[in-house]
């Protein structure tokens, strides 16, 4: 059998690693351990203490081929009807509070001729206030999707743009109804993209039922990362969490110094171990990825949170709070639902992403590979390979077009699928 040290230094040496209302009271706080100093050789993790409620770590084996987990995704941003009735039917039937996204902002900045203009600086302001209630950059094909509620601004039936192409040159100003219809507004003049930046942070369960996805994380993220982000200053952060009663809860390794040191601290967490008697600390580990250093300007922002388990009740109102302030800072939350996820989770991942301009995607059963995987609440969808699918979300963020499979990539449609819009 391979060792886990031998893996990642094998991986390592070929491939460089180069966007609400708050809860109840009663939270008990976890414990988050301070940044750390990752040594050179693995730190192992102790077993849990005894008479706690905690599953066995599946035992470990030598890493699934490369691209073989499959998994899809639900770009609610260009379905955001169908995304109200669902979270409407699942905060019911879940009996969880849901985070207020009515009378949002939505618009598509659009050049002379046109063609769509991402990475544009805008600002919103109810008609007639001197400054605005937020300040960010057009996502993915120029888009612009914003709940005031969620940027703790109060709602309106008129909310008036200002984008700014040049940057601090002039602006064009239009004013948008929010009724649920998105306005293309056009610019004077053509806006070049390029992200000056990308910082990258990646939120992992680290539970032994994670096996499988963490395997995935270390033989595919240097491929992925090398194919999108070559010749952009990145830097790679990692969060990892645990459940109430663990050896740890939310441990914070912040942003890499170096490639190196990112290697090492995924060397520190494998082997999985933990889960299976506790709610596990997905609100906070959001949390503290948010309260991250993150640089400003114009550049990608992006939070990657690989999970399987919901959070405590009381913990719902933590993960809103958390995802409020990643839209006010322009953090995207990108949730990838993993082996066995219910529907607890589904809900709060997509609400997550599309407050901040992320997406909801998923494992499938497609692979064969590691436990069963929930099915997930949406219409239409592609099965791809897991790489395929990280690729394709990255290189679109970074080039600001949306970017779908190949033919030969998708090895499974379900429904009416058409440039990540639902037909139905």
């Known amino acids: 059998m391979i060792t886990t040290r031998r893996l990642i230094c094998a991986f390592f040496a070929g491939a460089c690693v180069a966007a609400c209302a708050p809860g109840g009271g009663g939270v008990v706080e976890p414990i988050i351990e301070a940044p750390v100093i990752a040594q050179e050789s693995a730190v192992p993790i102790t077993a849990p203490r005894p008479n706690s ?9 030598s890493l699934p081929p490369s691209g073989v987990l499959t998994a899809g995704d639900i770009d609610d941003g260009l379905n955001l009807s169908a995304l109200m009735r669902y979270q409407t039917r699942a905060a019911r039937h879940l009996k969880w509070q849901r985070m207020n996204l009515s009378k949002p902002v939505l618009a598509q900045l659009v050049g002379p001729t046109g063609t769509p203009a991402p990475g544009v600086r805008f600002t919103l302001r109810h008609p007639g206030a001197t400054d605005p209630f937020h300040e960010g ?3 993915v094909d120029g888009m612009i999707t914003a709940f005031p509620a969620v940027l703790d601004a109060r709602r309106s039936d008129r909310i008036e743009l200002r984008a700014f192409p040049n940057d601090n040159g002039p602006a064009t100003q239009a004013t948008l109804r929010t009724n649920g219809r998105r306005t293309i507004v056009a610019l004077d003049t053509d806006h070049a993209w390029r992200p000056q930046f990308v910082d990258l942070v990646f939120v992992v369960d680290t539970t032994g039922s994670m096996t499988d996805e963490i395997e995935w994380l270390i033989s595919d993220l240097g491929a992925i990362v090398k194919a999108t982000a070559k010749g952009v200053d990145l830097r790679l952060g990692l969060v990892t969490y ?5 050896v740890y809860t939310v441990r914070d390794y912040g942003f890499a110094k170096n490639r190196s040191q990112f290697q ?32 400003r300007g114009r550049g990608e922002r992006l939070i990657i ?5 919901p959070p405590h009740r009381d913990q719902v109102g933590v993960y809103y709070t958390a995802v409020q302030n990643a839209a006010v800072k322009g953090v995207q939350v990108f949730g990838l639902a993993a082996s066995g996820a219910e529907a607890k989770v589904e809900f709060l991942m997509r609400q997550g992403a599309i407050a901040t301009g992320g997406r909801y995607m998923f494992l499938t059963d497609d692979s064969g590979v590691g436990n069963a995987h929930a099915e997930p609440t949406v219409s239409c969808y ?8 990280m690729t394709r979300v990255l290189r679109s963020e970074l080039t600001g077009r949306r970017t779908e499979a190949a033919p030969n990539a998708v090895k499974r449609s379900v429904g009416s699928y058409a440039g990540g819009v639902c037909r139905s």
């Open 305 to 309: 949170q690989i999970g399987d388990e």
């Open 264 to 295: 090492r601290w995924l060397q520190r967490e494998l082997p999985t171990s933990g889960g299976g008697g506790y709610p596990e600390a997905v609100a906070q580990s959001l949390k503290t990825a948010v309260a991250l250093p993150w640089r």
């Open 242 to 246: 645990k459940s109430r009663g663990d």
């Open 137 to 139: 950059y057009s996502g």
């Open 382 to 389: 592609r099965v791809t390979s897991l790489t395929n699918l």
């Open 53 to 61: 409620s905690v599953a066995r770590a599946p035992q470990r084996r």
